[in-house]
């Protein structure tokens, strides 16, 4: 069974960048969907990034919340079975648990432990 494992998260000042990775110990073909989500205290669980798998042909789609639109970057190392978020210009409202999530082509989703993002001064 595919585990996730999320690191780089961390305290950073307002304008600061962080890289989050998260690790797979398995991610096949069979992937519909891989992305970021974030919680802060008292909130949802919102999509930050993804990067979707559509049809036969598999063609990938990148979304972003509004939010962090031109901030936030989602990358995939296919080799290292790894995804990144790279987040620049960092706001205190950024300051979430930030989860990585991955969906498969049989129904499985599967989540990692999550990773602490601060914003402050």
């Known amino acids: 069974q595919v585990q996730l494992v999320e690191s780089g998260g961390g305290l950073v000042q307002p304008g600061g960048s962080l890289r989050l990775s998260c690790a797979a110990s398995?991610?096949?073909?069979?992937?519909?969907?891989v992305g970021w989500y974030r919680q802060a205290p008292g909130n949802q669980r919102d999509m930050v990034a993804r990067?979707?798998?559509?049809?036969?042909?598999?063609?990938?789609?990148?979304d972003y919340a509004d939010s962090v639109k031109d901030r936030f970057t989602i990358s995939r190392d296919n080799i290292k079975n790894t995804v990144y978020l790279q987040m620049n210009s960092l706001k205190p409202e950024d300051t979430a648990v930030y989860y990585c999530?991955?969906?498969?082509?049989?129904?499985?989703?599967?989540w990692g432990q999550g990773t602490q993002v601060t914003v402050a001064s």
């Open positions: 999530r991955l969906q498969t082509e049989n129904g499985g989703d599967i």
């Open positions: 990067i979707r798998y559509l049809g036969e042909k598999r063609l990938r789609r990148t």
């Open positions: 398995g991610m096949s073909r069979s992937v519909v969907t």
